[in-house]
């Protein structure tokens, strides 16, 4: 078990973010994950706690009026990979404006939904989730984010600032 994945376990089992903080938690994960828009709402990882996490979350955040499935992959190398996604527009649509988000163009980071410092470290914390890797600080030390839009990681930069 990698370091990476001892902490995302720890983050997925922390009551801080999955109870009293679990809207900003979870708009971390959203807005971090594979796709963040209309036509797809979805979350790719390796952790599958994490996957179980994510849809839990969608449910009790939002009324969905279909699914969220869960898909595993093989990939290369012979990991195995979690896809959640959000199956209908209409739910997708409903999640998108449940957090501010515009249903055309991009994703993009609205401080109005984080007002407390404790909300941008749930925010984090889902991000970090949702798209990044850690390496073992004994070994090394490497903290990165992987996002899909420049914008969106310059305003995840500005809020770690």
Not at 46 to 72: C, D, G, N, Q, W
Request: hydrophobic share 35%; charged share 25%.
């Amino acid at each position: 078990m990698t370091f990476a994945y001892q902490v995302k376990n720890e983050i997925c089992h922390n009551k801080n973010w999955t109870g009293r903080y679990a809207r900003s938690f979870l708009y971390g994960m959203l807005l971090g994950g594979k796709s963040f828009c209309r036509e797809s709402i979805s979350l790719s990882t390796e952790h599958k706690p994490v996957s179980r996490l994510y849809s839990r979350m969608l449910f009790s955040a939002v009324e969905i009026k279909t699914s969220v499935t869960t898909r595993e992959h093989i990939g290369g190398g012979d990991r195995l990979t979690f896809v959640s996604q959000v199956d209908a527009q209409e739910d997708r649509e409903r999640v998108l404006t449940a957090f501010g988000q515009p249903l055309e163009g991009p994703a993009r980071l609205d401080r109005q939904q984080l007002p407390r410092p404790e909300d941008c470290f749930a925010f984090v914390a889902g991000m970090f989730l949702a798209c990044s890797n850690l390496s073992d600080p004994q070994k090394d030390y490497h903290l990165e984010f992987v996002l899909s839009q420049e914008e969106l990681a310059v305003q995840l930069l500005e809020l770690l600032e």
